[in-house]
């Protein structure tokens, strides 16, 4: 079965800042894993993903995750952050389930950026 | 027109009412997907539909009865909807049961 938490609902970072957004999965196959961002009154759209390549992942718009099976953790982070950041990220974990593939969503964090 | 869309954007309905919601994507995928999003919850899976045959029904009220007539388009037909059925209702459509998804606009429902 597939899992994925993300830990904090509300990150607040003032512009500039280092982002890191966090997400934990649990999978019992080489699981594929996404990071989505969603402005207000949109639907969402694909940040980056990992599909067993490269554990460091770069994706649009600046940002980038790291694979750490290690750690069962996929954090999203951005050097410097910018006020168009602010949006809800949601991870996502595909894997299967009894041989059928299922597409999981975590709850979303909120980011906020400070002037 | 590319990727995909959903009409309308905006509903407000009594609890009546019938209407329907409507997906189309244009990017030649083989799955379909409508999402319930609702404030301070998590984003619902409710129907995913791979070449047309329902695959998934994630326990959805009957009130929610989900249509794809074909692989570019999908409906969500609403009827005697409750009011804590307000939310965004997003649909997404993904080459495989794997990969990417893409998501429209979303529709976001109003049920007096």
């Known amino acids: 079965a597939q899992s994925v938490t993300q830990l904090g609902s509300h990150v607040s970072v003032s512009e500039g800042a280092l982002v890191l957004l966090r997400c934990n999965y649990s999978?019992?196959?080489?699981?594929?894993l996404f990071w989505y961002v969603q402005y207000p009154n949109q639907g969402l759209q694909l940040l980056l993903k990992?599909?067993?390549?490269?554990?460091l992942v770069k994706g649009i718009n600046g940002f980038e995750a790291e694979f750490k099976k290690s750690e069962t953790s996929f954090h999203l982070t951005k050097p410097s952050a910018h006020m168009s950041d602010a949006a809800e990220y949601f991870c996502?974990?595909?894997?299967?389930?009894?041989?059928?593939?299922?597409?999981?969503f975590g709850t979303g964090t909120r980011l906020k950026v400070l002037a | 027109e590319t990727g995909v869309t959903q009409t309308p954007r905006h509903l407000v309905m009594g609890m009546t009412n019938k209407k329907s919601l409507k997906c189309e994507q244009h990017?030649?995928?083989?799955?379909m997907y409508w999402y319930k999003q609702s404030a301070k919850k998590p984003l619902e899976l409710m129907f995913v539909y791979s070449l047309e045959e329902r695959v998934e029904n994630n326990s959805v009220p009957s009130r929610f009865s989900p249509e794809c007539p074909n692989s570019s388009h999908l409906f969500l037909h609403l009827h005697t909807l409750q009011p804590e059925d307000s939310a965004l209702y997003l649909c997404a459509s993904s080459p495989s049961s794997r990969g990417t998804q893409y998501f429209g606009p979303g529709t976001r429902l109003t049920v007096l």
């Open positions: 990017l030649g995928h083989n799955a």
């Open positions: 999978s019992s196959v080489p699981p594929y």
């Open positions: 990992y599909t067993s390549a490269a554990t």
């Open positions: 996502a974990v595909s894997g299967t389930t009894s041989g059928t593939y299922k597409y999981i």
